[in-house]
């Protein structure tokens, strides 16, 4: 069965400093891999994802992820924090191939300070 | 894009009464909806997955007869709260596979508070 593990349930960063939210999962084919945001009372906006070719992924508002097969990682990093990216975020994968359902890490929140 | 309106945004409602929500695909057709549900500073959990036409799919532990979903369209699909107890509060999204351009498209959630 697929899982996610995103290392740190908070993170907190300065304004202008690197962000780097950690995920990691655990299946043998590497799956389809996903980021996304939840701001307070609000659905989730897709970030960025991996299905197949280049494996660093540029997404929305400067985020980036690059996917690791022999890390089984795919941690989403941004160069520079904005006060507006504080939010939580959520990895997720779903299987190559089979569902179409989606399994969420337990999620990050990610402060950024001024 | 891809968007999936959900309503309501917010409800309160008494204890033993039914809610509904509501999840409606836009610009596509949604043939499948993801119905998750989020505890406070908690990752979503899968509740059920509704397929238009057909009888939808519950993940273990989740009350069916509690949790009546319908998808009677490939534009609609609904998630009844039947017999709401406090325990029911939370925050419900509903989700559909987009095109493969937008991945899942996520409504803007409900959160249902159980009085």
């Known amino acids: 069965a697929q899982s996610v593990t995103q290392l740190g349930s908070h993170v907190s960063v300065s304004e202008g400093a690197l962000v780097l939210l950690r995920c990691n999962y655990s299946?043998?084919?590497?799956?389809?891999l996903f980021w996304y945001v939840q701001y307070p009372n609000q659905g989730l906006q897709l970030l960025l994802k991996y299905t197949t070719g280049a494996t660093l992924v540029k997404g929305i508002n400067g985020f980036e992820a690059e996917f690791k097969k022999s890390e089984t990682s795919f941690h989403l990093t941004k160069p520079s924090a904005h006060m507006s990216d504080a939010a939580e975020y959520f990895c997720a994968v779903r299987a190559r191939g089979g569902s179409e359902k989606l399994v969420f890490g337990k999620g990050t929140k990610l402060t950024v300070n001024p | 894009g891809a968007v999936v309106s959900q309503h309501p945004s917010r409800v309160i409602c008494k204890s033993g009464t039914s809610v509904k929500i509501e999840c409606r695909s836009l610009d596509f057709q949604a043939t499948t909806m993801f119905w998750y549900r989020q505890f406070p500073k908690q990752s979503l959990m899968l509740m059920a997955t509704s397929n238009e036409g057909s009888k939808a799919t519950y993940e273990q532990g989740v009350e069916k007869d509690k949790f009546l979903i319908n998808h009677a369209s490939l534009t609609l699909s609904t998630l009844t709260v039947t017999s709401a107890h406090p325990e029911d509060s939370s925050f419900y999204i509903c989700?559909?596979?987009?095109?493969?351009?937008?991945?899942?498209?996520f409504g803007s959630g409900t959160r249902l508070t159980v009085v």
């Open positions: 299946s043998s084919v590497p799956p389809y």
């Open positions: 989700s559909a596979p987009g095109d493969r351009d937008y991945g899942y498209t």
